[in-house]
């Protein structure tokens, strides 16, 4: 940075970028290869080759045997069904309960906060079993619902938006009430729009987080037309009807991997925010500079 | 509604005389005795203030003397205890703060960061006039009737920017703009929907001081063409005085004074009053009331003309103005040590000490008369008979005067 | 100023009164109240209830057990292994990737050129589906043609079978638990440095500790204190609940070799259906988590905070 003298032309800069060249490429390898096994031809991949040669003719060989094989498409359909009801239905509950945490005193306040709390530290495994015999009793397992209903709460939201809406001017919010704003009308139209970033980063921790899910869709969903990406594939790869077609399941990862991939590309900073969230904090507030 | 801008449009064109502009609002405020504490703090003991339609008053004390939660209980904000307040005779204690119809202007304005001027303008309109329907960022613009209601908020923006002359910086937000321009965008929020009452707090604050006189100047204006009855909160005097019909003076909760800016001046009800008005502050030197009725200052009997209870002690107040210094001794004079000398731009203030008792006194001069007195000269202070007043001690000087504003009410 | 400030904060604590925002106030936080009840505290109170019954879905009796799934539980040898598995899991995906995402973000953050491209490759794997890129590993392990046995074969030792044997598969698993952890640790760790004040580095660098192991053992270390204590506590936890890679792979195999806790779990509840076995094990976790998180809280309380 500033203090990096410029003479000294660094042997430990080359050092240091090698090393992390190196470690880079290693982190990178599974996309590669992934990307080059799903556009080479089979028989090439089972001799151990070094180096694929990918050719077009096995790149359509391998996704049209994937996507006729398993209905990837289809999973990938459930998969943005699911992530954004319950991102909205997320944002639809938490937005509201964050407001009234940060700016409405009413009893019981303190009470709600710490649910919140205990609710955030609870790792879905504990409640699974429960949420299993109630959805099973109700005759909703393998449907949508059951996909999105035991998410809808994030506690994890609630309190990420209660840290955020608590930084809003109070007077701000006298004037609204002042030029009319119902209550709600300023969760709505003032505390979300100015809670933007913090907004952009919890969609990108709740989609990341239940696009990529298997333990929950594995436990509650049967019917392959309601599986979810990654159930999808791990049904792909054990039933047989990938065949042993090493192309083919690698094409179904390409294809559920990449919109994750190429939106992380694109908006890497509310990425960044979003999958980091977790830190108790607001990480979106810390004095740090970007990073 | 709109009867008003058009008059103002008018009035701003020049076409009709500033005294041609009616007072439209029928409206006044009456506060009866409202209390409001806070955990052990009292920030409001017993107020009652009452307003006449299209009257101005500032509320002026030093900060935490209640003057804004005064403000924040008239607009609905904060609820007090016990007391009312009435609105063109209604009362309104139990009315929430968005139908009382009052405007409110805060310190820090409080627009609304993420939308620009035209929406923050446009937000009083747009939340009260369009149903939940209207409002949908698509659909609304598609029904004909939300249309033209649509339609008719983007003439009255157009028409209030028109007024405060901010139409360049319609479609900026409130970051991108000086405080000076935040704080119009801000008048232009209370002004649009035409409201019974403009509560402002402090709204020259933030603003620098050739910008402050400027923006006063404007808002008096602009008050007295609209004719809306105002409570203007300030801690700073010397704007209350500028601005004011009348000027309430609040200490600790309660209004100690109130009356026109002359009254306050010339007429303090007590010593409290008298130091707050006073620049850069009020001379106090204490006094015995002797059982002839003559005021023994320092050792001096010093004729009076306020009225002195013999045999009664005190204090006497008297501004910097309210006395000169002389080189040379006279009858009812004290001699004193020039401390040091303050220019001050057309007047200057001489800092003395009185050689018999020690205490200081300052003295206004014109700035030209410096050269007159240097630091460390000996020279005779003194006190114009005429001005100057007597505060008995633990006694107001005109409890007269205080019921019968107060009580009026 | 501090005069005028005191009342309107007062207000706010004092605005109870006001009925309204009261109302307005259960209003808006009711929903979340609700289903925060119904989805989360309810059914984890449940599981402690069911951990004590011999429940069994489907069935209409339900007897009262006591401890005895626990005590079934503890003393199986199943659960001995899944445990002992854990263990060493986590034994390996702690450390190594708290140590290498903290090692590359002090190297990201010494460079000049390629800092983002370096931040982007270390973070993919964090985003990518863990699903796919299991799956994209299984082929790079694979014993026959895998390229990672390839390039052994090349410096002439013998080819491994990564996954299937069952001295080496959980190690494998395991690397591929800390492939997916550096970048998240990292970047943690880079926000962390990011928040370092710059007279600090100016300071220790008047001291003479101007560079490289000295000023980091001077300033960056001490200062990463409280993001370290939460990268350690979030990568336990992390590493205790990871089981997809188990489950895509390895399926607990071979021979138990990879079964951990959660995988147990999941087997005992949804594979086995015994109610009972798996709300113990699950509220065995749910103590481990909370126990972490005392933990973590009582040592952030103690901790002095430099910034």
Redo the contacts between chains.
């Keep these: 940075?500033?203090?990096?003298q410029t003479n000294r032309p660094n042997i430990e800069?080359v050092v240091?970028?090698a090393?992390?060249?190196s470690?880079?490429?290693i982190?990178?390898?599974?996309?590669f290869?992934?990307a080059m096994?799903s556009v080479t031809p089979q028989g090439e991949?089972?001799?151990?080759?070094?180096f694929l040669t990918p050719s077009l003719q096995a790149a359509q060989d391998n996704y049209i045997f994937a996507l006729s094989r398993a209905p990837l498409l289809r999973y990938m359909v459930n998969g943005a069904v699911v992530c954004i009801s319950i991102l909205i239905l997320q944002i639809l509950?938490?937005a509201?309960?964050g407001?009234?945490?940060a700016k409405?005193?009413?009893?019981?306040?303190p009470l709600?906060m710490a649910?919140?709390i205990?609710?955030l530290?609870?790792?879905i495994?504990?409640?699974?079993?429960?949420?299993?015999?109630?959805l099973?009793y109700a005759g909703l397992l393998d449907s949508y619902t059951a996909l999105i209903?035991?998410f809808?709460?994030s506690?994890f939201g609630?309190f990420l938006f209660r840290q955020f809406f608590a930084t809003y001017?109070?007077?701000?919010l006298?004037?609204?009430?002042?030029?009319?704003?119902s209550?709600?009308?300023i969760?709505w139209r003032?505390m979300l729009?100015?809670a933007?970033p913090a907004v952009a980063a919890f969609a990108v921790f709740s989609v990341?987080a239940h696009?990529?899910d298997?333990?929950w869709p594995?436990?509650v969903i049967l019917r392959p037309e309601l599986m979810t990406?990654?159930?999808g594939?791990?049904t792909f790869?054990q039933s047989g009807d990938s065949a042993g077609n090493?192309g083919a399941?690698?094409a179904?990862?390409?294809m559920?991997?990449a919109p994750?991939?190429v939106l992380?590309?694109f908006a890497?900073k509310h990425?960044?925010r979003g999958?980091?969230l977790?830190?108790?904090k607001n990480?979106l507030n810390?004095?740090?500079?970007?990073? | 509604m709109t009867n008003t801008i058009k008059s103002l449009r008018l009035a701003n064109a020049n076409t009709v005389k500033e005294s041609d502009a009616i007072r439209q609002s029928s409206y006044g405020l009456e506060v009866h005795n409202v209390t409001k504490k806070f955990g052990s703090f009292t920030a409001l003991d017993k107020v009652s203030l009452r307003l006449e339609a299209g009257e101005l008053v500032s509320v002026v004390g030093p900060s935490g003397c209640g003057k804004s939660t005064l403000l924040r209980v008239i607009a609905g904000l904060e609820h007090g205890e016990s007391g009312d307040v009435r609105i063109g005779g209604n009362s309104v204690t139990h009315v929430s703060p968005r139908e009382r119809g009052v405007a409110f202007v805060f310190q820090s304005y409080a627009l609304y960061p993420h939308m620009d001027s035209y929406n923050n303008i446009a937000a009083p309109l747009v939340m009260r006039e369009l149903s939940a329907l209207d409002r949908l960022p698509f659909i609304g613009r598609l029904l004909p009737a939300s249309r033209i209601k649509h339609e008719r908020i983007h003439a009255r923006v157009n028409e209030v920017a028109d007024l405060l002359q901010i139409k360049d910086y319609l479609h900026h937000k409130p970051s991108q703009m000086s405080g000076g321009q935040r704080q119009r965008v801000a008048l232009g929020r209370a002004l649009i929907r035409e409201p019974r009452l403009f509560l402002l707090d402090e709204p020259f604050a933030n603003l620098d001081a050739s910008l402050r006189i400027h923006t006063r100047a404007e808002l008096s204006a602009l008050q007295r063409r609209l004719g809306t009855t105002t409570v203007f909160v300030t801690h700073d005097q010397t704007e209350a005085m500028a601005l004011s019909d009348r000027i309430a003076l609040m200490f600790a909760g309660k209004i100690r004074q109130i009356g026109t800016p002359d009254d306050l001046y010339r007429n303090p009800v007590d010593l409290d009053v008298a130091k707050f008005l006073s620049q850069p502050h009020l001379n106090m030197l204490p006094a015995e009331i002797t059982m002839s009725g003559r005021a023994l200052i320092a050792g001096e009997h010093v004729p009076f003309a306020d009225a002195l209870k013999p045999g009664t002690h005190g204090i006497v107040g008297f501004r910097p103005e309210h006395c000169r210094l002389v080189p040379r001794k006279q009858p009812h004079t004290f001699p004193v040590l020039v401390e040091r000398l303050e220019h001050a731009g057309a007047e200057a203030h001489v800092f003395v000490r009185l050689l018999a008792t020690h205490e200081s006194c300052v003295v206004r001069i014109a700035s030209y008369q410096m050269s007159d007195w240097q630091v460390g000269a000996s020279a005779w202070l003194s006190i114009t008979a005429s001005e100057g007043w007597y505060f008995p001690r633990a006694a107001r000087r005109r409890e007269d005067l205080l019921q019968n504003e107060l009580v009026s009410a | 100023m501090a005069n005028s400030i005191a009342p309107t904060y007062r207000a706010r604590l004092n605005a109870t009164q006001s009925t309204e925002s009261r109302r307005a106030g259960y209003f808006l936080s009711a929903p979340a109240a609700v289903l925060l009840i119904i989805l989360i505290l309810l059914p984890s109170s449940i599981v402690i209830f069911l951990s004590f019954t011999d429940y069994q879905l489907g069935l209409g009796e339900t007897r009262f057990v006591g401890l005895d799934n626990y005590a079934a539980t503890l003393a199986s040898a199943e659960f001995h292994k899944s445990l002992i598995n854990t263990f060493i899991y986590v034994a390996i995906v702690v450390p190594l990737s708290i140590a290498l995402g903290l090692i590359f973000a002090l190297m990201i953050e010494a460079r000049r050129t390629f800092k983002s491209f370096y931040r982007t490759a270390f973070f993919l794997p964090v985003t990518a589906t863990l699903v796919a890129m299991a799956t994209a590993w299984e082929v790079l392990l694979h014993p026959t043609f895998g390229l990672i046995n390839t390039v052994i074969a090349l410096f002439g030792a013998s080819k491994i079978r990564f996954l299937s044997d069952p001295d080496v598969a959980l190690y494998a698993i395991a690397a591929i638990g800390v492939w997916k952890q550096i970048g998240f640790n990292m970047i943690l760790f880079l926000a962390g440095l990011s928040t370092i004040p710059v007279e600090l580095y100016e300071s220790a660098s008047l001291d003479g500790a101007d560079r490289g192991w000295r000023r980091f053992l001077l300033v960056s270390w001490p200062m990463l204190g409280p993001v370290t204590l939460f990268v350690v506590v979030i990568t336990l936890i992390r590493a205790f609940s990871d089981f997809e890679a188990v489950i895509v792979l390895t399926d607990g195999g071979p021979i138990r070799s990879t079964a951990v806790v959660l995988f147990l779990l999941y087997e005992e509840a949804f594979r086995y259906f015994k109610i009972g076995t798996g709300s113990a094990i699950a509220v065995l976790f749910l103590v481990f988590v909370a126990l972490i998180s005392w933990v973590q809280w009582r040592i952030a309380e103690k901790q002095v905070h430099y910034v």
């Design positions: 940075m500033f203090e990096r800069s240091g970028n090393i992390l060249m470690a880079a490429l982190m990178l390898l599974p996309f290869w992934m096994v991949v089972y001799s151990g080759a070094l509950i938490a509201p309960a407001y009234a945490l409405l005193p009413f009893r019981g306040r709600l649910g919140v205990i609710g530290m609870i790792p495994q504990v409640p699974a079993i429960p949420l299993y015999i109630g099973a209903l035991p809808i709460i506690g609630i001017p109070d007077e701000v006298d004037a609204a009430r002042l030029d009319g704003f209550e709600l009308a969760v003032l729009p100015a933007w990341v696009w990529n298997l333990y594995l436990i990406p990654p159930l594939l791990a790869r090493i399941l690698m179904g990862g390409v559920i991997t994750l991939v992380f590309i890497q990425f960044i999958m980091t977790s830190r108790g990480p810390s004095k740090g500079k970007s990073i």
